[in-house]
């Protein structure tokens, strides 16, 4: 529960004229009756005729190219659960601001009363047209899955589930990093996630992809292992642990722990059986599953992350999205596959090992110099302004490399 101040001040940002976060503001200038006649009848009909004679001219005459769609249903809105679409509504105005500020993409969020999965994927599908990338937000697992693969079946541009595919790439480009300075590798390092999720499972897949082959994960019910019944077809491929494992054995000896869950859902003591020189990400928010502050006093060999601002090494998904839909929008990309992926967590990974410029030292309130490759720098900050040059270059140059780009 976030402390009386900032809940006062939070709600006053929100409610000041006009209330919320977003508007809508004309590109073109529409002043005088000649611009009245291009903007709207009779001019408006010419690109309309372009359009109707050949669809890709959308991406000229139209905002398609630069507009993206942030979709969600309520189900799984931060920490907070299953409260709604329309209570999910400022975070996807937030999400929307983020778009931006940091990628100068337009975003228009679309907030949907969904009666299941089938519903929620023929709205989308249906008013897809307008926009060039779909952003999936707060949509509860298995149901995110679900819809996530179909849109991406039945549509020609990107699609992306930020809670799966944003967070695995920032986790996987941090925890490389990391890897390094303790000096492991992916490959032979033991992974433990607590959280079997939506960002779980795309975690682990990433992860993966990416070479690991010692990855557990665990959730409410207990460790993923073969024999359980309860596991969807998305959680399957990860049941990889002996069936007799518990938490504290799938931490024992780990070389990684990542936490996507919530507050409490690893005890502090297992901290102890950790291997040597552990990495150590708890990325619940707002609050960790483990104290940092404790975890470091407990385990000073260890690199530690979390989802907080106020704190080193923050994987946050900022770093991500708007680079990707950015480098994905610049090829008219018909879609994000791995290959975009894995370039965005090589790309961010690469950019944390690089000089830090002296202003962005300056932006954060630090002296030159401050920011350097190490244990409490493992990722890029937020307000880096090369992420968007270098992230969405790579994203971009993957695209048309995979065969996936228009342009």
Same mark, same amino acid.
């Not at 890897?179 to 079997?196: D, H, P, S, Y």
């Not at 069936?243 to 504290?248: I, K, P």
């Not at 080193?312 to 992926?341: E, I, S, Y």
């Given at each position: 529960?976030?402390?009386?101040?900032?809940?006062?001040?939070?709600?006053?940002?929100?409610?000041?004229?006009?209330?919320?976060?977003?508007?809508?503001?004309?590109?073109?200038?529409?002043?005088?009756?000649?611009?009245?006649?291009?903007?709207?009848?009779?001019?408006?009909?010419?690109?309309?005729?372009?359009?109707?004679?050949?669809?890709?001219?959308?991406?000229?005459?139209?905002?398609?190219?630069?507009?993206?769609?942030?979709?969600?249903?309520?189900?799984?809105?931060?920490?907070?659960?299953?409260?709604?679409?329309?209570?999910?509504?400022?975070?996807?105005?937030?999400?929307?601001?983020?778009?931006?500020?940091?990628?100068?993409?337009?975003?228009?969020?679309?907030?949907?009363?969904?009666?299941?999965?089938?519903?929620?994927?023929?709205?989308?599908?249906?008013?897809?047209?307008?926009?060039?990338?779909?952003?999936?937000?707060?949509?509860?697992?298995?149901?995110?899955?679900?819809?996530?693969?179909?849109?991406?079946?039945?549509?020609?541009?990107?699609?992306?589930?930020?809670?799966?595919?944003?967070? &695995?790439?920032?986790? %996987?480009? *941090?925890?490389?990093? !990391?890897? +390094?300075?303790?000096? #492991?590798? @992916?490959? /032979?390092?033991?992974? &433990?996630?607590?959280? %079997?999720? *939506?960002?779980?499972? !795309?975690? +682990?897949?990433?992860? #993966?992809? @990416?070479? /690991?082959?010692?990855?557990?994960?665990?959730?409410?019910?207990?460790?993923?292992?073969?024999?359980?019944?309860?596991?969807?077809?998305?959680?399957?491929?990860?049941?990889?642990?002996?069936?007799?494992?518990?938490?504290?054995?799938?931490?024992?000896?780990?070389?990684?722990?990542?936490?996507?869950?919530?507050?409490?859902?690893?005890?502090?003591?297992?901290?102890?059986?950790?291997?040597?020189?552990?990495?150590?990400?708890?990325?619940?928010?707002?609050?960790?599953?483990?104290?940092?502050?404790?975890?470091?006093?407990?385990?000073?060999?260890?690199?530690?992350?979390?989802?907080?601002?106020?704190?080193?090494?923050?994987?946050?998904?900022?770093?991500?999205?708007?680079?990707?839909?950015?480098?994905?929008?610049?090829?008219?990309?018909?879609?994000?596959?791995?290959?975009?992926?894995?370039?965005?967590?090589?790309?961010?990974?690469?950019?944390?090992?690089?000089?830090?410029?002296?202003?962005?030292?300056?932006?954060?309130?630090?002296?030159?110099?401050?920011?350097?490759?190490?244990?409490?720098?493992?990722?890029?900050?937020?307000?880096?302004?090369?992420?968007?040059?270098?992230?969405?270059?790579?994203?971009?140059?993957?695209?048309?490399?995979?065969?996936?780009?228009?342009?």
């Amino acid at each position: 529960m976030a402390s009386e101040g900032l809940r006062e001040r939070a709600l006053a940002y929100h409610a000041a004229a006009p209330a919320g976060k977003v508007s809508v503001v004309p590109s073109k200038a529409c002043a005088t009756q000649a611009d009245l006649t291009l903007a709207y009848t009779p001019g408006v009909a010419e690109p309309v005729r372009e359009i109707a004679a050949d669809p890709e001219k959308a991406y000229d005459y139209t905002a398609k190219g630069n507009l993206v769609a942030v979709i969600s249903n309520g189900t799984a809105v931060l920490g907070l659960g299953k409260v709604g679409p329309l209570a999910g509504k400022p975070v996807m105005e937030g999400k929307a601001v983020l778009f931006k500020r940091f990628a100068d993409i337009d975003a228009f969020d679309i907030e949907v009363e969904a009666r299941d999965a089938e519903h929620l994927i023929d709205v989308i599908a249906a008013i897809a047209p307008g926009f060039g990338g779909i952003n999936l937000e707060d949509i509860a697992a298995p149901d995110c899955f679900r819809v996530e693969e179909a849109l991406q079946a039945r549509l020609d541009i990107p699609v992306f589930h930020d809670d799966q595919h944003g967070t &695995a790439v920032i986790v %996987a480009a *941090a925890l490389q990093n !990391a890897l +390094a300075l303790q000096e #492991k590798t @992916l490959a /032979a390092a033991k992974i &433990a996630i607590v959280g %079997a999720g *939506a960002a779980g499972l !795309a975690i +682990a897949k990433l992860l #993966k992809d @990416l070479g /690991a082959r010692h990855c557990y994960l665990s959730d409410v019910h207990g460790v993923l292992h073969t024999e359980r019944q309860d596991l969807s077809p998305w959680h399957q491929p990860h049941a990889t642990a002996p069936a007799d494992w518990t938490l504290a054995q799938m931490l024992a000896d780990a070389d990684v722990l990542i936490g996507v869950s919530v507050r409490g859902a690893i005890p502090l003591e297992l901290l102890r059986t950790l291997a040597p020189k552990p990495v150590i990400f708890a990325l619940a928010n707002p609050d960790p599953e483990v104290d940092p502050w404790q975890a470091r006093e407990l385990r000073p060999d260890a690199i530690i992350a979390t989802g907080r601002s106020d704190l080193p090494n923050q994987v946050n998904n900022v770093l991500g999205f708007p680079f990707l839909f950015r480098g994905a929008l610049d090829v008219r990309a018909k879609g994000v596959n791995r290959t975009m992926l894995m370039a965005a967590v090589e790309a961010l990974a690469a950019l944390a090992r690089a000089e830090v410029p002296a202003e962005l030292c300056a932006a954060y309130g630090l002296p030159a110099g401050a920011l350097r490759f190490g244990p409490e720098y493992i990722i890029p900050k937020p307000l880096d302004p090369r992420l968007r040059s270098i992230v969405a270059g790579a994203v971009a140059a993957a695209a048309r490399q995979s065969g996936i780009a228009r342009r």
